[in-house]
Structure formats: structure tokens, C-alpha cells
């Protein structure tokens, strides 16, 4: 059999996330699955159940990353290396990080059917806390593996309730043995739906983005007095809300104030003690700022660290900000994105070069070794929501692309 001709089998990666979206899926269609819960273990013993019955080798990390190897016919040689994450954003969708592991399975899958041999070995990954969402930052487990964090730095990070990262990955099982360490990477592909609106409004099938923006993350605290909303006199009052209120506004005004491609978002808040009749004397707030050009994220945050001095300053509220993560913007391998556009095409697919807003593991494993990703189109550009969707058609149609990727790469 000419193994150009061969495909993946669409129905059987419908199902496989179908599957997948029982564990933790919301009543409204979407997925509420956060890193290191419950919901991710059973997920996790699924997802290695699956590994198992196409005999990949498995081995998991101290970092609960999990990887199934299938061994090529040099085993000296780097590998390659495909997969993304099974942990979602609260009310999060179906796809995000999904379709990546569940494409690369399904490309294992028929490799395995079909007894097919690669000169490389090829192994599937599932990286631990993509989303950053109960444990920031995003990216831990492929962090740690890169060598961008330090283990046990990323062990003591704390969710919301006080507890430890390191804790809960040992209480679902997963805190593994094996060391969280990079290894040669002769090729990553990634396998992602956009997130965004660009490909459905040009009417194209498959991105091969060059890179993804450049992120930094604060956790900020307001501090304010408490005091009864009755007897207190508005000119009598630091509220610890209204500072933050003005700063949450400020964050939305400063990608047109500092010009140029900037996006920045406040998407969680803690107001504390957070009764209707108490003036809030105690505030935290996150903030998300991205670009491709980190000058001008740099510049964007001082910018706001003056403003926020300046509202804390006439509130009365004293404000702190942590920087809690900063990547660069990444460039992918050219050679890989030609790869993956020119797979598109040859598959019949249409194609389109972009950049991706959104993070991945995908940039932590760009320092290790060469990477690209292969975008499907997101219908509406909705994601991080339940309603998040992607057609089945289009999700084969990446999953395609990715195996015959996978193949030009494992068989140099
Ligand atoms: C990852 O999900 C991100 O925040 O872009
Ligand atoms: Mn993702
Ligand atoms: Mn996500």
C-alpha cells in the first residue's frame, strides 16, 4: 500500500472526543475538566488506557506530563513528538488541546493498523496544565520539562483554596517518575483548533501559524479599608473595588493607548469580603497582556504599573503587582510551517500563514527542538466557552495534515 494515499479515520477521532467529553462536560455542551481535579484523572486514565491498547510504550513524568512512545527503527535518533492537553478553562469547550492529543492518537492509531514502521520514534504527549487556570502560569508541564521553571517552584504554585500543585498531582495519581527533562526533539506538531475568527472569515481550512504572541501575566491586589456601606461617608472611604474597577478599565484602554498590536484582558476577580453592605477592603485581579512585538508588552506594563500607582495613590489603596509569567513571542521552524502548508496542499486542503494569539505548549517545546502547529478553523471564532466548535469535517481534515506530517518527519 502506498502510504501517501492513507487517511486518518474521521469517525473513529468524532468518537474519541465525544468520549472524552463525557469527563467533566458541562449541561451546556462544553467541558469543565481544570489540571490535576478529578474530572483530569479520569481523563488522564482514559487517555492512557487508549495508549495502551495500541501497545505505545508509556511513561510519565514527575510533572504528570504523560507520553506513549511508539519506538522507531533507530531509537538513537530525536523523535518526534505530537500531542497538546486534556485540561480545559472552566466552561471551556470540547476541542481546546483535545483535538491535538486525540489527533495525534488517532495518527498513532493508523500507524498501528497498518503495521507501519517510521525510521524515527514517534510519541504522543499529554502536557500537564496547559490552561494555567487552577495552577498558574499556563504551560507548567511543559515548562518544567524545557527547563523554564524549576519543579519544585511549580509543585509549591497554589490554587485559589490554598492547595499545592505538587499535592493534588500526587493525590490523582500522576506525580511519575520519570524526570521532567527535555530530550533531542527532532520534530513537535502541534495540533490545534485557531480560537479565532481568521480562517472561517477567509473561508480557508488549515493555518500553519508562524509563531504565537508574546505573554505576561500579573496577579494584582488592591487593599482597601472596610467599613459599613451606611454610616460611611463617601469622601471617608478606601474601597478596595472602586481602585480596581478604575485599573480593570485601564487595562482595557491600553492596547489603543500604546498603539500597535496589543491585546489585554481582566477575566478573574476576587473581592473580598464581598458582601453587598461591607465597603471591600481586599481585592485580587489578574491581567493578561499580549503581543508579538515584546517591546511593546514591556512598555505596555510599565505603563499601567504607573497608572495603578497613581489610582492607588488618590484612593488610599495600596496596590500590588506580581509578575507571574512572561514568555516571548515565538517563531516557529520555517521549515516545519512550509511543511505543514505544503501537506495541506497536497491533501487538497486550502492553506493560510497567521500568527497564533492564543498559548501553547507548543512555545516551551520550540526551545527544545524544531516546531510548528496546524490550525482548523473555529466556527464563530468562539473558544474558551462552552460553546466552543469546530466541523468534523474540518477536525479530520487537521488530523490528516498532522499524520502525514508526522510521517515526512519521523522517516528523515
Ligand atoms: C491558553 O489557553 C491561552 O490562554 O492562550
Ligand atoms: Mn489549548
Ligand atoms: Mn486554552
Redesign the pocket.
Known amino acids: 500500500m502506498n502510504f501517501r494515499d492513507l487517511r486518518i479515520n474521521g469517525q473513529r477521532l468524532k468518537s474519541t472526543i465525544e468520549e472524552l467529553a463525557q469527563i467533566g462536560g458541562t449541561p451546556g455542551g462544553g467541558m469543565h475538566r481544570l489540571a490535576l481535579t478529578d474530572a483530569d484523572q479520569k481523563a488522564r486514565d482514559l487517555f492512557v488506557r487508549w495508549l495502551g491498547e495500541i501497545h505505545l510504550e508509556i511513561t510519565i513524568d514527575e510533572m504528570g506530563n504523560i507520553f506513549g512512545r511508539k519506538p522507531g527503527e533507530k531509537v538513537d535518533l530525536p523523535m518526534v513528538l505530537s500531542g497538546s492537553h486534556l485540561d480545559t478553562q472552566p466552561f471551556g469547550g470540547r476541542f481546546d488541546g483535545i483535538l491535538g492529543v486525540t489527533g495525534a492518537l488517532e495518527a498513532l492509531r493508523v500507524m498501528r493498523e497498518n503495521r507501519m514502521e517510521t525510521r524515527r520514534t514517534v510519541t504522543i504527549v499529554n502536557w500537564t496544565d496547559?490552561?494555567g487556570t487552577r495552577f498558574s502560569p499556563?504551560m507548567l508541564g511543559s515548562g518544567v520539562w524545557a527547563g523554564r521553571f524549576d519543579r519544585d517552584w511549580a509543585y509549591s504554585r497554589q490554587d485559589v483554596q490554598g492547595k499545592k500543585f505538587g499535592e493534588e498531582l500526587e493525590r490523582i495519581g500522576y506525580r511519575g517518575r520519570a524526570p521532567a527533562r527535555k530530550w533531542p526533539v527532532h520534530a513537535y506538531f502541534e495540533y490545534h483548533i485557531e480560537q479565532g475568527p481568521v480562517l472561517e472569515r477567509i473561508g480557508k481550512r488549515i493555518g500553519a501559524p508562524k509563531g504565537i504572541l508574546g505573554i505576561r501575566w500579573y496577579d494584582v491586589w488592591v487593599e482597601g479599608k472596610a467599613n459599613q456601606a451606611g454610616p460611611t461617608p463617601m469622601d471617608a472611604r478606601n474601597d478596595a473595588l472602586v481602585a480596581a474597577a478604575e485599573m480593570v478599565l485601564r487595562v482595557n484602554e491600553l492596547p489603543g493607548k500604546m498603539g500597535g498590536n496589543m491585546v489585554a484582558t481582566v477575566g478573574e476577580i476576587q473581592n473580598s469580603p464581598n458582601s453587598r453592605n461591607i465597603i471591600p477592603d481586599r481585592v485580587r485581579f489578574t491581567v493578561d497582556i499580549r503581543s508579538w512585538d515584546d517591546n511593546l508588552k514591556k512598555e505596555g506594563a510599565e505603563e499601567l504599573e504607573k497608572e495603578f500607582a497613581a489610582i492607588s495613590k488618590r484612593r488610599g489603596c495600596p496596590v500590588r503587582m506580581e509578575l507571574i509569567w512572561d514568555i516571548r513571542h515565538t517563531v516557529f521552524d520555517p521549515s516545519l510551517v512550509r511543511r505543514v502548508e505544503k501537506t495541506a496542499r497536497e491533501l487538497g486542503y486550502s492553506d493560510h500563514s497567521m500568527v497564533s494569539g492564543?498559548?501553547h505548549d507548543a512555545a516551551y517545546v520550540n526551545e527544545v527542538g524544531p516546531t510548528a502547529m496546524i490550525f482548523v478553523p473555529s466556527i464563530g471564532g468562539r473558544s474558551h466557552v462552552e460553546v466552543e466548535n469546530t466541523s468534523w469535517e474540518d477536525c479530520e481534515a487537521g488530523a490528516n495534515v498532522l499524520f502525514h506530517c508526522l510521517l515526512q518527519s519521523a522517516n528523515e
Do not use: V
Request: glycine fraction near 20%; avoid cysteine; hydrophobic fraction near 40%.
Open positions: 496547559e490552561e499556563a492564543a498559548g
